[in-house]
């Protein structure tokens, strides 16, 4: 059983939606985000998504594109990004998801990454622009090194989508909450919500949702819904602005994500 | 030798959807309605007559008479220059209009690197009563200034893009952010033949007019094929567009001209098969320049319109199989090759276009008395602020 599956388990002993936190490694620097991943975990983060920059992130609002620019600037690679999870694996048994775009994983080559990710302590990948079309022999090689793959499912995903997306992934499902790139948003899409009930029709796999949440209320509004809600930009614009309360900014976001058994 | 690509869209190890989910179904409602549109001759009907009577096809196979004598060969120029426009582009978008309105979509986006389709993107919108947003690489409105005001009194919305290179790249990932957030009510008219699928093919056989008409006109006009067809290739649309109908014509060499540049140097060129490595950018598979961990490398060219990291699939299909052969001109060859075309013939070239004159002009030495083909996709009034600046002493202060 991988990292995640067990988070996933321990959840629903809990019952207790968990927090997916986003971030770009190596923004401002490499040597920086295990730290905020620490100060994450603190703040009551059960699952991180390391991001690994790309210099043409597509699906990336401006507060992602800006932290990768920055993860660039200081010489971030797939590597550097394997490099920080290791460190952060000596200390902590947080479950890790890479996340990131085709091409720097295909240049680095998925046999190598399969293994030094398995290495280093990462427990699964997700790629945004790897659809499940083009998507076999990369989950193939994942699964077979004992890391997760979690696919995307959106608003617009046709019923057909929806069962190969639960096909392919495993760990969990990432829900995309609205049509967009991910950024800060006021509200939570009427899309939300039809989607969780027409992708449990598919699988049994835990959901997690995100795009657009960046506020406890809304982080609340989701969590009876799903078995865990994503905060992204928010937290990346939370390193941009004040690092130093990263912990707080994390334990204000998760604070109605109480067990009902303590 | 045929050219079609698989049901996913691959030519080969190329091509393909990548695509962020949001995105699939829109993909894969654009496939159906394409493929329902083509087995359709109502629409054929509609797009013929718009090329005809709109557009101004068929356009002519020009006998370079004074070039060919100098040259010692029988050099013939596609004239897409004198389409509706300006350029090839025109083609495209009259094909994607049609199907926005089978789609019921009354939005439209469009990138554009030297301006041409976005120019024609925004006189299809003008003539079907489209919304119209442009995305465009702020470096890029800075050197097509013309096309930018062109695109506004057309009545579009020009957007400069200012991450990354602020160049065609840039713009693309600008617009698939767009369609990503506006799926539902808006149309991505892709301008080249790139993209995830359905785009390489779709754009590829809206262009395919000009290598049919090119063909028969040779055949009229020689008696027989050309040695070679030459074209410039960016994403790659006017080139596919020239080279498809000929494909099976094995006698027939396809050579495409990708941009120079500077110098041989990551950065300073868009010579993608010379410098890059197969890689996914912007939804599909193909040669991509790129540094060793896998990010996109900026690009440089002269002409806008050929400053791209990546490149059609198909043309990455045709270069591997052998088909077709690339080379690259340099921006002072090709400002040259304009020059000579411009003093010639009377007809002034764009710069992207100008690459493909320049290729003609190096090959004749070395091909004595062969028939060459040269698809001048576009006309250089949108160019002629970067001709001044690069033929001083033509404009002395």
Same mark, same amino acid.
Request: with cysteine; charged share 25%.
């Given at each position: 059983m991988t990292r995640i599956a067990r988070l996933f388990q321990e959840l629903k002993r809990q019952h207790r939606c968990g927090m997916v936190a986003y971030l770009t490694a190596g923004d401002p620097t490499p040597e920086a985000t295990p730290h905020f991943i620490e100060a994450l975990e603190r703040g009551g983060a059960d699952l991180i998504e390391l991001g690994v920059p790309f210099s043409d992130p597509i699906a990336d609002g401006p507060v992602i594109q800006q932290a990768g620019d920055r993860a660039l600037a200081a010489g971030t690679t797939v590597e550097k990004v394997l490099e920080i999870a290791a460190k952060v694996r000596k200390r902590s048994e947080i479950p890790l998801l890479l996340f990131t775009y085709l091409n720097p994983v295909l240049r680095y080559g998925f046999e190598k990454l399969a293994r030094d990710a398995k290495a280093a302590g990462i427990d699964g990948c997700l790629l945004t622009d790897a659809s499940v079309e083009e998507a076999g022999e990369y989950v193939h090689t994942m699964r077979n090194a004992g890391l997760d793959t979690v696919f995307l499912a959106a608003p617009t995903s046709s019923e057909r989508r929806l069962k190969l997306v639960a096909e392919y992934s495993s760990g969990f499902v990432y829900l995309v909450s609205r049509t967009g790139i991910t950024g800060v948003r006021e509200n939570i899409a009427d899309t939300a919500l039809p989607l969780i009930e027409r992708m449990r029709a598919y699988t049994g796999l835990p959901l997690a949702m995100g795009f657009g949440i960046s506020t406890p209320e809304q982080v609340a509004a989701l969590a009876p819904h799903v078995e865990a809600v994503v905060v992204g930009s928010a937290v990346v614009r939370q390193i941009e602005r004040d690092p130093s309360n990263l912990e707080s900014f994390m334990r204000d976001m998760t604070r109605y994500l109480k067990s009902d058994v303590s | 030798m045929t050219s079609q690509p698989d049901a996913g869209g691959h030519f080969g190890a190329y091509g393909g959807r990548y695509a962020p989910e949001v995105l699939m179904s829109p993909l894969e409602e654009l496939e159906l309605t394409y493929a329902s549109a083509r087995k359709d001759p109502a629409f054929h009907k509609e797009l013929d007559e718009l090329l005809t009577t709109y557009a101004g096809r068929p356009t002519p196979l020009y006998f370079a008479r004074r070039l060919s004598e100098q040259l010692a060969t029988r050099l013939y120029i596609k004239r897409e220059d004198l389409l509706h426009t300006g350029a090839h582009k025109i083609n495209n978008c009259l094909g994607q209009a049609l199907l926005a309105k089978r789609m019921g979509k009354q939005r439209i986006i469009a990138e554009t690197g030297a301006g041409q389709h976005g120019v024609a993107t925004s006189t299809v919108c003008a003539l079907f009563g489209f919304d119209c947003t442009v995305y465009m690489g702020e470096e890029d409105m800075r050197r097509q200034r013309l096309n930018v005001f062109r695109m506004r009194l057309l009545g579009a919305n020009v957007v400069g893009v200012t991450t990354g290179s602020r160049t065609l790249k840039d713009a693309i990932s600008e617009a698939m952010r767009d369609w990503v957030t506006?799926?539902? /009510? /808006?149309?991505? &008219? &892709?301008?080249?033949? &790139?993209?995830?699928?359905p785009y390489p093919t779709m754009v590829r056989d809206f262009h395919r007019i000009i290598g049919i008409e090119a063909r028969r006109q040779i055949l009229e006009a020689e008696g027989r094929l050309p040695d070679a067809v030459i074209a410039c290739v960016g994403g790659g649309s006017n080139a596919i567009g020239i080279f498809h109908p000929f494909i099976e014509d094995e006698s027939v060499k396809l050579i495409g001209v990708e941009a120079g540049g500077r110098d041989e140097r990551l950065g300073q060129h868009a010579a993608r098969f010379a410098g890059g490595f197969p890689g996914v950018l912007h939804g599909s598979r193909s040669y991509v320049l790129q540094d060793e961990y896998g990010q996109i490398a900026s690009t440089h060219s002269v002409s806008a319109g050929l400053d791209y990291a990546s490149v059609g699939p198909e043309h990455a299909w045709l270069h591997d199989r052998g088909r077709a052969e690339y080379c690259a001109c340099c921006d002072k060859d090709a400002v040259e090759a304009a020059k000579t075309l411009s003093r010639n013939e009377g007809i002034i070239p764009a710069l992207e276009s100008a690459h493909a004159v320049a290729e003609a002009i190096r090959r004749a030495p070395v091909s004595p008395g062969q028939t060459f083909i040269v698809n001048l996709s576009g006309r250089g009034d949108k160019d002629i602020d970067i001709y001044r600046e690069n033929l001083k002493e033509l404009d002395p202060a």
């Amino acid at each position: 059983m991988t990292r995640i599956a067990r988070l996933f388990q321990e959840l629903k002993r809990q019952h207790r939606c968990g927090m997916v936190a986003y971030l770009t490694a190596g923004d401002p620097t490499p040597e920086a985000t295990p730290h905020f991943i620490e100060a994450l975990e603190r703040g009551g983060a059960d699952l991180i998504e390391l991001g690994v920059p790309f210099s043409d992130p597509i699906a990336d609002g401006p507060v992602i594109q800006q932290a990768g620019d920055r993860a660039l600037a200081a010489g971030t690679t797939v590597e550097k990004v394997l490099e920080i999870a290791a460190k952060v694996r000596k200390r902590s048994e947080i479950p890790l998801l890479l996340f990131t775009y085709l091409n720097p994983v295909l240049r680095y080559g998925f046999e190598k990454l399969a293994r030094d990710a398995k290495a280093a302590g990462i427990d699964g990948c997700l790629l945004t622009d790897a659809s499940v079309e083009e998507a076999g022999e990369y989950v193939h090689t994942m699964r077979n090194a004992g890391l997760d793959t979690v696919f995307l499912a959106a608003p617009t995903s046709s019923e057909r989508r929806l069962k190969l997306v639960a096909e392919y992934s495993s760990g969990f499902v990432y829900l995309v909450s609205r049509t967009g790139i991910t950024g800060v948003r006021e509200n939570i899409a009427d899309t939300a919500l039809p989607l969780i009930e027409r992708m449990r029709a598919y699988t049994g796999l835990p959901l997690a949702m995100g795009f657009g949440i960046s506020t406890p209320e809304q982080v609340a509004a989701l969590a009876p819904h799903v078995e865990a809600v994503v905060v992204g930009s928010a937290v990346v614009r939370q390193i941009e602005r004040d690092p130093s309360n990263l912990e707080s900014f994390m334990r204000d976001m998760t604070r109605y994500l109480k067990s009902d058994v303590s | 030798m045929t050219s079609q690509p698989d049901a996913g869209g691959h030519f080969g190890a190329y091509g393909g959807r990548y695509a962020p989910e949001v995105l699939m179904s829109p993909l894969e409602e654009l496939e159906l309605t394409y493929a329902s549109a083509r087995k359709d001759p109502a629409f054929h009907k509609e797009l013929d007559e718009l090329l005809t009577t709109y557009a101004g096809r068929p356009t002519p196979l020009y006998f370079a008479r004074r070039l060919s004598e100098q040259l010692a060969t029988r050099l013939y120029i596609k004239r897409e220059d004198l389409l509706h426009t300006g350029a090839h582009k025109i083609n495209n978008c009259l094909g994607q209009a049609l199907l926005a309105k089978r789609m019921g979509k009354q939005r439209i986006i469009a990138e554009t690197g030297a301006g041409q389709h976005g120019v024609a993107t925004s006189t299809v919108c003008a003539l079907f009563g489209f919304d119209c947003t442009v995305y465009m690489g702020e470096e890029d409105m800075r050197r097509q200034r013309l096309n930018v005001f062109r695109m506004r009194l057309l009545g579009a919305n020009v957007v400069g893009v200012t991450t990354g290179s602020r160049t065609l790249k840039d713009a693309i990932s600008e617009a698939m952010r767009d369609w990503v957030t506006n799926v539902a /009510t /808006t149309h991505y &008219l &892709l301008g080249s033949a &790139l993209g995830p699928h359905p785009y390489p093919t779709m754009v590829r056989d809206f262009h395919r007019i000009i290598g049919i008409e090119a063909r028969r006109q040779i055949l009229e006009a020689e008696g027989r094929l050309p040695d070679a067809v030459i074209a410039c290739v960016g994403g790659g649309s006017n080139a596919i567009g020239i080279f498809h109908p000929f494909i099976e014509d094995e006698s027939v060499k396809l050579i495409g001209v990708e941009a120079g540049g500077r110098d041989e140097r990551l950065g300073q060129h868009a010579a993608r098969f010379a410098g890059g490595f197969p890689g996914v950018l912007h939804g599909s598979r193909s040669y991509v320049l790129q540094d060793e961990y896998g990010q996109i490398a900026s690009t440089h060219s002269v002409s806008a319109g050929l400053d791209y990291a990546s490149v059609g699939p198909e043309h990455a299909w045709l270069h591997d199989r052998g088909r077709a052969e690339y080379c690259a001109c340099c921006d002072k060859d090709a400002v040259e090759a304009a020059k000579t075309l411009s003093r010639n013939e009377g007809i002034i070239p764009a710069l992207e276009s100008a690459h493909a004159v320049a290729e003609a002009i190096r090959r004749a030495p070395v091909s004595p008395g062969q028939t060459f083909i040269v698809n001048l996709s576009g006309r250089g009034d949108k160019d002629i602020d970067i001709y001044r600046e690069n033929l001083k002493e033509l404009d002395p202060a």
